[in-house]
């Protein structure tokens, strides 16, 4: 597009003259305009599906004491999960798993042969998951609340003793990326923040989604 540019001359007469647009401006938006385009017709395919699937997951556990995290008990995790896919951004996922944890005396300082910091529970909740959507890679986060069911113990000497068994509630904070072209392949960091028994456990977990009825 051309602009109106209107000179006036000494004798008074006007002279309308076309003056070319600002070429880097007009560049800059075009590439914004075409940089949108194709985010948006990708986004279409790439996000997370809706409906609802099943999602298991499994990794190497660790478990930490808000006291000293050098102390760490580790072990096994085990997961899984009913979607319920609101959105192909918005998903809600109630959760049922399992999380193991011990402290090794042969893997830590000898100065600190008593510590310890064990995680053997149950874990019950629910959570929703925001998504980006991002073909292929889409990263994404989760956050609810949940159950623990089991046993605890954080030791630190002449810090802190808790022993506490049965019911304690966690809240539960993950950070994934969702691979594939139908975005079922998980990788997660999973975290339990346990504020009761001052420990958080939290584990590296792969994972995979199915869909039902589908």
Known sequence: MYELQKVVAHCGNSIVILKPPNMISTTRNFLVLAIFTIFISNSAKAQ???????????????????????????????QGEYVFGLTKWVGIRPYAGIILTATHNNVINQSQQDYRVTTNAFLLGGKVRICAPIP????????????????????????EKIEESGLIMHIPFSVGLSLGRKHNIDVALNYYFTPAVDQDSGALALGFTFPINQ
């Open 48 to 78: 997370p599906r809706q409906g609802r699937f099943v999602d298991v997951s499994i990794g190497f556990a660790t478990s930490s004491s808000y006291e000293n995290a050098d102390i760490t008990g580790t072990g096994f995790y085990a």
């Open 136 to 159: 292929w890679v889409a990263p994404y986060f989760e956050i609810g609340i949940g159950t623990s069911i089991g046993s605890f113990e954080t030791y630190v000497p002449s810090i």
